[in-house]
């Protein structure tokens, strides 16, 4: 019954998506002598004598040749525990806090500003494999990186708990299918991967590729292969139990990116830049409803919509044309607090984190996250300072509504506020 499209468009537009409730757990990173890195979510104790289903022993026999193991594999294993979460259905999702954000103002009322701290970018930590291949300590080999990595993403799956905790003061124990449409799944890895569109998935799509048997080399997928011909099936594809039963017991991976550098990204690449179905679908709404005196060519093309331009639409109540997958806030795409991810990586740390994951899950040792850029390569990435200067074009009053139209994503992924003029 639940049984929907098995590919999805990314550059489709985005559905409207409601009701966001929560499902909390904790996941816990961590090594000690003998096993020596958990990623798991539930009780620890219990893990420890009698592994919850959905184990995956992360180093299996044949991998233990590698550099990675050259200490005695029995002294090494990564663990990825993951158990289940309990998602008791019922019949009526109740409504819950987190609508789409509409309107900036509608969230605004009950956050709270104080939770925003200023976060400094996370450091580059050197390649985890070769730290841990030159590591002389005898029998414990888990490279320095791994375990402040490890640190960091248990203090950010503790920051979203506490987040979707202060919000959800009614808690709705279904999903729909549609809340889980950009999760693509990996069952040979018990993997789930949440699509955040600039912020890294055409690469994570490709990995994924290589990960579910689809693709050998993750250098010869084109971008419109990863895009639109991955063949990846994702989470809605199955039935409720089908989709409930990887919720429990699969590793649910989300990464994000500093909001604004992602919806100026998303603008740069599908407004700024030629692209045709974005400026048929977007541009010309965009120019007629806010440009005054458009000329003939802007509104039969829908080329050239301005960085206010796209902001005004962004926060308008009444857009003439509806939210896109590229700029919507990640809590509207992966219901954060619905879904309880497991591994919240950074866009901005990218490379290390999906390496570190990608080890955590037992990929291929060979398989890393390719660094390319296919789309526009010859665009300088999104960067603070670039997105800084897009923001001038667009006064205060336009920078605060921008924020708080992306505000549950800086409170819930701890980016520090980009303006100092801002509250
Ligand atoms: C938020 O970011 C700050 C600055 O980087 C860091 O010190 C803090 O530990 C982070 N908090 C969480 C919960 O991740
Ligand atoms: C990375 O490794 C190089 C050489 O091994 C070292 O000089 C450098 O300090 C390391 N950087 C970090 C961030 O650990
Ligand atoms: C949550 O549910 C309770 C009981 O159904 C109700 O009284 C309360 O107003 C609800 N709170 C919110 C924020 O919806």
């Not at 990564?78 to 806090?97: A, E, F, G, Q, R």
């Not at 993997?191 to 569109?197: I, Q």
């Not at 866009?347 to 890393?368: H, K, V």
Request: charged share 20%.
């Amino acid at each position: 019954m639940l049984r929907t499209r098995l590919k999805m468009v990314v550059d489709s537009l985005c559905g409207r998506r409601r009701r966001l409730p929560l499902l909390a757990s904790l996941l816990v990173l961590f090594s000690t002598a003998g096993v020596l890195l958990f990623l798991h979510i539930q009780d620890l104790s219990t893990l420890l004598n009698e592994p919850p289903k959905g184990t995956t022993f992360l180093i299996t026999p044949q991998e233990q040749q590698t550099e990675v193991m050259k200490d005695p594999p029995t002294e090494m294993a990564l663990s990825s525990l993951v158990s289940p979460v309990k998602l008791p259905l019922s019949p009526d999702p109740l409504p819950s806090l987190s609508q789409e954000q509409e309107t900036g103002s509608l969230i605004t009322a009950n956050r709270q500003r104080k939770l925003l701290k200023t976060s400094p970018p996370l450091s580059h930590t050197n390649n985890t494999v070769a730290a841990s291949s030159s590591s002389t300590t005898p029998g414990i080999n888990v490279p320095e990186s791994w375990i402040e990595l490890g640190k960091i993403l248990r203090d950010r799956k503790n920051l979203m708990g506490e987040i979707c905790a202060m919000y959800k003061s009614n808690i709705s124990n279904t999903v729909t299918s549609a809340q889980v449409s950009q999760i693509f799944v990996v069952d040979k890895y018990k993997l789930m991967y949440c699509e955040v569109p600039k912020a890294g998935c055409s690469n994570w799509k490709r990995t994924l590729m290589v990960l579910a048997g689809k693709a050998k080399n993750i250098e010869k997928i084109n971008h419109d292969t990863a895009h639109y011909a991955n063949n990846l099936l994702k989470l809605n594809y199955y039935d409720l139990q089908g989709i409930m039963h990887r919720l429990r017991t699969y590793t649910k991976v989300l990464f994000v990116r500093e909001p604004m550098e992602r919806m100026v990204s998303a603008y740069r690449d599908k407004l700024e830049n030629p692209n045709s179905y974005y400026h048929n679908l977007f541009g010309k709404p965009i120019i007629r409803k806010y440009r005054q005196n458009p000329s003939e060519h802007a509104l039969k093309t829908g080329d050239g919509v301005t960085f206010n331009e796209f902001v005004q639409y962004l926060l308008d109540v009444s857009r003439p044309v509806g939210m896109d997958i590229h700029w919507n806030p990640v809590n509207n795409l992966c219901h954060p607090c619905l879904v309880d991810y497991d591994f919240i990586g950074k866009f901005e740390n990218m490379e290390d984190e999906s390496n570190f994951l990608l080890r955590l899950i037992g990929a291929p040792n060979d398989l890393r996250m390719p660094t390319f850029k296919d789309r526009n390569p010859k665009d300088v990435k999104t960067s603070a300072s670039i997105t800084e200067t897009y923001f001038q074009q667009v006064n205060l009053e336009q920078r605060q509504r921008v924020f708080d139209f992306y505000f549950r994503d800086y409170q819930m992924f701890n980016y520090s506020k980009p303006f100092k003029d801002i509250n």
